[in-house]
């Protein structure tokens, strides 16, 4: 059983469409971290998370500690976000479990 | 501004020889970590440090596999007797503390023929 499950794994939208990326994980966490990787490129961090909601640009992170879940959304998406799109958590013992991430295809 | 660094950025290499693969880490960053990641795959966390001291070394796959950071900046991923198993993109990440955001290097792409 992996400690990070992201949904969905693949998703294909068309520009414009808002788009809902989640995590749910089994261990206690210090923080949730959204990670981007665009294809033969290297990884990007969006968003870091320990409580609440944060928001850059379009792109807008939620996380639910009492359920133990995150969600990515994406507003007015543009074929530029096609990436794999990354939850990674850092448990109360400092280590990290990694989500095998959603692949997202916007499509013009 | 400098970010992390890794190289080699591609690494090929016959199984059983010994490979070394570098990070050199944002400066003042006192948390880095080495993760790897098959192809279709998240990435897998091996080590991080804080400081010079392995802080976890839970993730590496077994003894084969070392990595040092003497004077707490640049890392060294070490990998013995190297397998056919081992191949994958070997990724580096530093963060100021452990619970501040991620930066990560492009990665050196291992291949073991």
């Known amino acids: 059983k992996n400690e990070v499950e992201q949904s969905p794994q693949n998703l294909t939208a068309q520009e414009g469409e808002f788009i809902t990326i989640n995590c749910s994980y089994s261990v206690g966490i210090s923080a949730l971290h959204w990670l981007q990787q665009h294809p033969g490129g290297g990884i990007v961090s969006l968003f870091m998370l320990s409580s609440g909601k944060k928001k850059h640009g379009r792109l807008i992170a939620t996380i639910n500690i009492q359920e133990k879940h995150s969600s990515l959304h994406i507003t007015a998406s543009h074929p530029r976000d096609s990436a794999v799109y990354i939850c990674?958590?850092?448990?109360?013992?400092?280590?990290?479990?990694f989500g095998t991430g959603t692949s997202l295809t916007v499509i013009p | 501004g400098a970010g992390v660094s890794q190289t080699p950025s591609n690494k090929v290499t016959e199984k059983g020889k010994y490979v070394e693969l570098r990070c050199d880490p944002i400066s003042g960053h006192t948390a880095l970590y080495w993760y790897r990641q098959s192809l279709g795959q998240g990435p897998e966390f091996l080590i991080y440090f804080q400081g010079t001291g392995a802080a976890d070394d839970s993730g590496l796959p077994n003894d084969r596999f070392f990595a040092v950071r003497p004077e707490g900046s640049v890392s060294t991923l070490k990998i013995q007797r190297t397998e056919r198993g081992d191949s994958a993109v070997y990724l580096c990440?530093?963060?100021?503390?452990?619970?501040?955001?991620?930066?990560f290097g492009n990665g050196t792409r291992l291949t073991v023929t």
């Open positions: 990440a530093s963060s100021s503390t452990l619970t501040s955001p991620l930066h």
């Open positions: 990674a958590v850092l448990n109360t013992g400092n280590q990290f479990y």
